[in-house]
């Protein structure tokens, strides 16, 4: 039994056997579909990538509520001294708060559990780098403190980079889901592919910072900002797709061809940002070294 026991939610991508085997908690998120809240995990992806194809606008989406951390609360108190709880950030969505809350009420409740709840700042395939490294360090019988400041440094550390057809990448601008910086102008929107980011250096925002002309050349652009960002030491990466299995393995392969890596990791993405996104997203998320 771990002193600090690890919460996260399934938009970060962790699939259930990597969750058991590192004994992490998954909150899930939940697809709404014809008036009806189901847990993302119970959604048939095939059936959905159809309806969304469609433009299907009556899909949405909501986040954990608060009854569903102090569940989660309540269950790991029973085998941890402390509970550390990472969220993606509160720009997506309400589970930061509902977290946060449901961790109010627990310290009455629950009065000898110390909890904790880290905004990611990020979200996807970086988050579950993140929570990873929170439950390794937990595995290693480290303090909750301890760990915090291990998150803490990985976060400073975590880039996520996404590719997405411009179209989608409008979409969420439009929304107030992303920030659009990439000054294109010149290039017609509906021909490109856009490129985001969202981690500690945006303040947890989605921003639109690039647009490419063409999809190879927006797969080459995530290998070149990697390069740039790298400090010339072994990464920890992941990459997270939708519909775009073949292109996602295909990156994950030249980036292990590229770099020396501490661990990678391919992962099917959320259906929570295929749904406010779009399909054809690929995101990168990674760490290095220190």
């Known amino acids: 039994m771990n002193k600090v026991a690890i919460i996260t939610d399934s938009i970060s991508t962790m699939p259930e056997q990597m969750a058991q085997e590192y004994g992490v908690k998954i909150i899930p998120l939940y697809v709404i579909l014809d008036g009806r809240d189901y847990p993302e995990t119970e959604v048939d992806r095939t059936r959905l990538y159809e309806r969304l194809r469609r433009k299907d606008k009556s899909v949405t989406t909501s986040s954990p509520p608060t009854g569903a951390y102090l569940e989660a609360y309540r269950e790991l108190s029973q085998q941890a001294d402390s509970i550390l709880c990472i969220t993606f950030s509160p720009s ?58 291990i998150v803490n440094g990985v976060m400073l550390r975590l880039n996520l980079v996404v590719l997405l057809p411009a179209p989608g990448a409008d979409g969420m601008a439009k929304t107030g889901r992303a920030i ?47 390069k740039e960002r790298d400090k010339g030491k072994g990464l920890h990466l992941a990459v997270s797709y939708s519909d775009t299995y073949s292109e996602a393995k295909k990156l994950r392969r030249r980036l292990l061809s590229q770099f020396p890596c501490t661990e990678s990791y391919l992962t099917e993405d959320s259906l929570i940002p295929i749904i406010h996104q779009g399909l054809r997203a690929i995101h990168l998320g990674w760490y290095s070294e220190e």
């Open 180 to 226: 659009d910086r990439s000054n294109d102008g010149a290039m017609p929107r509906s021909m490109a592919q856009s490129i985001m980011e969202m981690d500690a250096s945006t303040k947890g925002i989605m921003k639109i910072f690039a647009t490419v002309k063409s999809r190879p050349e927006g797969l080459e652009r995530l290998i070149e900002i990697a």
């Open 92 to 149: 997506v969505g309400m589970a930061h708060g509902s977290a946060v809350q449901a961790a109010q009420i627990a310290r009455e409740e629950l009065p000898q559990t110390t909890i904790r709840v880290i905004d990611s700042h990020t979200t996807s395939a970086a988050q579950m780098l993140l929570a990873l490294a929170a439950a390794r360090a937990a595995s290693q019988g480290k303090s909750l403190n301890e760990i915090a400041e």
